[in-house]
């Protein structure tokens, strides 16, 4: 069974300091996505990671991937309040096209 | 980009009834589309998937007589919750996915409360 973890699972910061999401999960996969969800709204797609090494950034923030560990994180600089949302990443369950999502962090920054 | 609509955004049934939510995909051909249900400040959970024409490949504890999965048409599917229980209320997200896609496009979500 495919399990995928989170942590922190709530996050509070200050405005213009830098933390670390991060996604564990339990069994070999090559994709890996994150999303952002606001408050009584659906996912937005912020990156897909395809393979080992992946690294991609989007303004505040910066998403890698590492197959071996089964990590990936995502890392947010200079927080602003607009990143305040809930995020998930969420891995595709190896040769189907089923996406397990993690348990979710809630982002909160605050001034 | 691909475009997944929902239909419709929020709904309020009486227990006992059900209740049908549309998905379309708008711009694209959707050979599979997924069925995810979210309870309040928790993770998606996915439901279920159908590809266009077959029947449905439910997930582990989702009961299939209950939430009614069709995908008639590359570009439509159907989930009804039928006899539905204020236990059902929750958000419901669906995505489509074309072959040619790495990513699954997620719908808005319908809101589903059951009173």
């Known amino acids: 069974e495919l399990k995928v973890e989170q942590n922190p699972l709530f996050l509070s910061m200050q405005e213009g300091k830098n933390y670390t999401i991060y996604c564990n999960y339990s069994?070999?996969?090559?994709?890996l996505y994150w999303y952002r969800q606001d408050p009584g709204k659906s996912l937005e797609s912020l990156f897909v990671?395809?393979?080992?090494?992946a690294v991609k950034q989007e303004g505040r923030l910066m998403a890698s991937l590492d197959t071996k560990a089964r990590l990936s994180t995502l890392h947010i600089t200079a927080a602003v309040h607009d990143l305040s949302a809930t995020y998930f990443c969420?891995?595709?369950?190896?040769?189907?096209?089923?996406?397990?999502f993690g348990t979710g962090t809630r982002l909160q920054v605050f001034p | 980009g691909a475009v997944v609509s929902q239909h419709p955004s929020w709904v309020i049934c009486k227990s006992g009834t059900s209740v049908k939510i549309e998905c379309r995909s708008l711009?694209?051909?959707?050979?599979?589309m997924f069925w995810y249900r979210q309870f309040p400040k928790q993770s998606l959970m996915l439901m279920a998937t159908?590809?266009?024409?077959?029947?449905?490949?439910?997930e582990q504890g989702v009961e299939k007589d209950k939430f009614l999965i069709n995908h008639a048409s590359l570009t439509l599917s159907t989930l009804t919750v039928t006899s539905a229980h204020p236990e059902d209320s929750s958000f419901y997200i669906c995505?489509?996915?074309?072959?040619?896609?790495?990513?699954?496009?997620f719908g808005p979500g319908t809101r589903l409360t059951v009173t």
């Open positions: 995505s489509a996915r074309d072959q040619r896609f790495v990513e699954q496009y």
């Open positions: 069994t070999t996969s090559d994709r």
């Open positions: 990671l395809l393979s080992n090494g």
């Open positions: 969420a891995v595709l369950f190896y040769n189907t096209d089923k996406l397990i």
């Open positions: 711009d694209f051909q959707a050979t599979t």
């Open positions: 159908s590809n266009e024409g077959s029947k449905a490949t439910y």
